[in-house]
């Protein structure tokens, strides 16, 4: 009886309920990886079932023309590509993000999770933006439910490394961590989706009439704007040490002046 006594509490001490308790990193990659390439997948399911011309069609109505026939299924097509190009921007976020995560823990899974939970939901994104007729209310409900969609997948990513900040020597590289010289990096990387996704959002409820040009324009922009972050960092993060080398520099000289004065001159 007392051994048994002794290997419950082993094991009641072994299965804990703390969120800091360690995960297995490679297998919420995996799960992970998983999840992107199905949603992925079903986004050109959705293509090859739906927008694809009826040959009878294509005979009749634009004379044998397959590509005027195509044409006809532009606006879904542009919101195909632009809804593939999320997907893998937001893998390659997420592939970024865990390169530098040394030990996962149990919250960050359980916000993993959450942000796979709203990455599948792109799909359904992808067919209320390409379903309903153009600049109808239901376009502009559709266009902002994806910009909703698209912003809980990308600030649960960020809250992933927010928490993994709270533990940094534990869990993050030293590239990574405040003040390591892919901080500041990061968080523009992470922080990118978020504030691009919740600016569309807001433009669309002021400018209604615009909203379809402005959720296009923000699927167009964000891939140029990757290219681009690391140079607008590197710019942004001279300008601030340089500003703060200027403070510095005056203080410094203030300082000086003052020991040189004498006390009679300083108390004046």
Not at 65 to 89: C, H, K
Not at 103 to 125: C, D, H, Q
Not at 196 to 219: D, N, R, W, Y
Request: charged share 20%.
């Amino acid at each position: 009886g007392q051994r048994y006594e002794e290997e419950e509490h082993c094991s009641l001490e072994t299965f804990t309920f703390y969120l800091s308790e360690p995960l297995s990193k490679e297998r919420v990659e995996a799960f992970s990886d998983g999840v992107y390439a199905i949603v992925a997948t079903l986004l050109i399911l959705d293509i090859c079932e739906d927008n694809v011309p009826d040959p009878r069609e294509v005979e009749e109505k634009f004379h044998s023309s397959l590509l005027e026939a195509l044409s006809e299924y532009g606006p879904n097509y542009l919101a195909y590509f632009g809804s593939f190009v999320t997907i893998g921007l937001l893998w390659f976020v997420h592939h970024s993000l865990f390169l530098y995560v040394t030990k996962a823990t149990r919250l960050m899974g359980l916000l993993n999770i959450l942000s796979l939970a709203f990455i599948g939901g792109l799909p359904l994104a992808y067919q209320l933006t390409s379903e309903f007729a153009e600049k109808s209310h239901n376009e502009i409900e559709a266009i902002q439910v994806s910009c909703v969609i698209t912003f809980f997948a990308s600030i649960f990513q960020f809250a992933i490394w927010t928490t993994a900040l709270l533990h940094e020597k534990e869990t993050l590289h030293p590239f990574a961590r405040y003040g390591g010289k892919e901080h500041a990096f990061m968080f523009a990387k992470l922080a990118l989706y978020p504030c691009v996704s919740l600016g569309a959002f807001f433009l669309t409820c002021l400018l209604s009439e615009f909203s379809t040009a402005i959720f296009h324009l923000m699927q167009i922009v964000i891939p140029f704007a990757f290219l681009a972050l690391r140079i607008f960092v590197r710019i942004s993060l001279t300008v601030i040490k340089s500003v703060m080398s200027l403070s510095r520099r005056k203080v410094v000289l203030l300082e000086e002046e003052e020991a040189c004065l004498s006390p009679t001159e300083t108390l004046s």
